[in-house]
Nanobody
Framework: HVQLEESGGGLVQAGGSLRLSCSAS??????????MGWYRQAPGKQRELIAS???????NYADFVKGRFTISRNNAKNTVHLQLNSLKPEDTAVYYC????????????????WGQGTQVTVSS
């Protein structure tokens, strides 16, 4: 079973940047983390997909990202990252890592493995 742990969240001013990381550990097949994604959930809102990435580096992004966020991964270290640039107060949310999902028409559908989340707070 793959375990995911996020890190890198914090408090940042509008316009600033953060780099989130997600580490996969435990006993799992590499196929379990072939596809990984980042989600976020703001207070009172549903969890929403931000981006996904395959082990080959193919990426997909939600429309609202608009070039501000970049997903990447290091397969040797079983880690996936999310670079957040030009942050806005509306980006304030808990950011979650997910693994084991599948693509449906380019859209990442979440798998069963979730991290505990990391809080990102953007002040105006």
């Amino acid at each position: 079973h793959v375990q995911l742990e996020e890190s890198g969240g914090g408090l940042v001013q509008a316009g600033g940047s953060l780099r989130l990381s997600c580490s996969a550990s435990g006993s799992f097949f590499s196929s379990s983390i072939y596809l990984m994604g980042w989600y976020r959930q703001a207070p009172g809102k549903q969890r929403e997909l931000i981006a996904s990435i395959t082990s080959g580096g193919d990426t997909n992004y939600a429309d609202f990202v608009k070039g501000r966020f970049t997903i990447s991964r290091n397969n040797a270290k079983n880690t996936v990252h999310l670079q957040l640039n030009s942050l806005k107060p509306e980006d304030t949310a808990v950011y979650y890592c997910n693994a084991g999902g599948h693509l449906d028409g380019g859209y990442y559908n979440a798998g069963g493995s979730w991290g505990q989340g990391t809080q990102v707070t953007v002040s105006s």
